[in-house]
C-alpha cells in the first residue's frame, strides 16, 4: 500500500477554487487538466504558445532546452515559472497560473 502512494502525486492549485488533483508520478497534466478542473488553460500543447504559462511550487525536474528557452522569452529570472503542458510531476506540487 504505502508502494502504490509513493506513484501518486497532487496538484493543487491555491488561490483558485480549484480541487486538488491526483495523478500518477510522470502523467501529463495536459490530458487530465480541463477549463472544469483547472485554472489553467492549454493552447497548442506543445509549449509554443505559452498560454499554460505557471508557476510550481514543489520538487520537479528542471525544464528542458526547448521549454527553457520559451520560459526566457515570456519570463526570464523567474525560476518558478514553467510550462504546465511540460511539466514532469514527480512530486506534489503548488500551480498558479501566470500572465505571460
Do not use: Y
Amino acid at each position: 500500500m504505502l508502494r502504490i502512494m509513493a506513484d501518486l502525486c497532487k496538484i493543487s492549485f491555491p488561490g483558485s477554487d480549484f480541487v486538488p488533483i491526483t495523478l500518477k508520478c510522470h502523467q501529463s497534466l495536459s490530458e487530465h487538466l480541463t477549463i472544469q478542473n483547472s485554472p489553467v488553460l492549454f493552447g497548442c500543447r506543445t509549449g509554443i504558445c505559452g498560454t499554460c504559462l505557471v508557476e510550481v511550487i514543489g520538487d520537479i525536474p528542471p525544464p528542458q532546452p526547448d521549454e527553457q528557452e520559451m520560459l526566457e522569452t515570456l519570463t526570464a529570472n523567474n525560476p518558478d515559472a514553467r510550462l504546465a503542458c511540460q511539466l514532469d510531476i514527480t512530486d506534489n506540487v503548488e500551480i498558479r497560473k501566470m500572465e505571460g
